[in-house]
């Protein structure tokens, strides 16, 4: 019995810290999520029409604020994260971050950092509303928020990899085949 329970702990942990990890701290000292992704056979430029597009698609949760030369974007977003009690979902908080998208020939890298977290409450007509204090991820406000603040991060994190996984996808798409010409004409000009 003993050695079953210690089995199964060792399973669960084993699974518990392969999910964790894509945050990570820079050197400052801030969470930064940042990834390089090969793109074999895509040259600079269609790889700088995609970003455009993927900004272009996210405009409502990612604005660019700059691009330089076509190689270096830079935007402001922000990620709505959700808290689940039973059956029911709402909005936590919201994070506001920054992106940085580099593009060269047959890979990109960007990384997503500055993160700034702004708690949600309910107002007093039963919506949720932002409390007005907003903290840095790295900073947690107060010792009676740890274990909120970890679901925060851990929150962030799975929002974060839903950015990338959109980002992936807009970039390496592949150009949509255009029309096959079959000869007949849409419109014929006898009628």
Not at 12 to 29: K, Y
Not at 36 to 56: M, N, T, W
């Amino acid at each position: 019995m003993k050695q079953l329970l210690f089995l199964l702990f060792v399973l669960f942990s084993v699974n518990a810290w392969a999910q964790s990890g894509t945050l990570t701290m820079s050197a400052e000292g801030k969470y930064l999520f940042y990834q390089v992704i090969e793109a074999p056979g895509l040259s600079a430029d269609s790889l700088a029409s995609h970003a455009k597009q993927f900004f272009r698609q996210q405009k409502k949760d990612l604005k660019l604020s700059k691009s330089e030369a076509d190689t270096s974007f830079h935007g402001k977003g922000k990620l709505v994260l959700s808290k689940t009690a039973s059956f029911v979902t709402h909005p936590s908080a919201e994070v506001a971050y920054t992106m940085t998208l580099e593009i060269k020939n047959g890979k990109y890298r960007y990384w997503l950092t500055d993160f700034v977290i702004s708690p949600y409450m309910r107002n007093r007509y039963g919506n949720f509303v932002p409390a007005g204090n907003s903290y840095p991820l790295e900073k947690i406000p107060t010792k009676l928020d740890a274990a909120e603040w970890k679901g925060y991060i851990s929150s962030t994190e799975i929002q974060c990899n839903k950015v990338a996984a959109r980002l992936k996808e807009v970039m390496l798409a592949a150009k949509k085949a255009s029309r096959v010409d079959s000869g007949k004409k849409a419109i014929p000009e006898k009628w």
